[in-house]
């Protein structure tokens, strides 16, 4: 029996229950997350996460508003970054302030 690679499997497998766009989703908060990691280092990781995709729009939960200032003001790159990786599936960033 030949073995399925699983990055081939989970795309049939989306497409098959219709997730395919709420996995999609998932992918672009999970690497916004790293991005942020990347972009802010390790002070980051307790003070802003991606929460989700709506309508083209990836919204960011944020601590505070020093942090969506911080955040903003790398709104750019982090979209030109985003459209590198899945095209334009994210046209717009918009906060929430919320306990992380």
């Not at 929460?51 to 955040?71: F, H």
Request: proline share 1%; hydrophobic share 45%.
């Amino acid at each position: 029996m030949a073995l399925t690679n699983l990055k081939d499997l989970i795309p049939k497998i989306a497409a098959k229950y219709k997730l395919g766009g709420e996995l999609e989703a998932a992918m672009v908060c999970h690497f916004c997350d790293s991005l942020l990691k990347e972009l802010f280092h390790e002070r980051v990781i307790r003070k802003a996460r991606a929460k989700y995709v709506k309508k083209g729009i990836l919204w960011i939960a944020v601590v505070n508003s020093t942090w969506m200032q911080e955040i903003r003001m790398k709104r750019e790159e982090i979209l030109r970054k985003l459209e590198e990786r899945f095209g334009k599936k994210v046209e717009d960033i918009r906060f929430m302030q919320e306990k992380i």
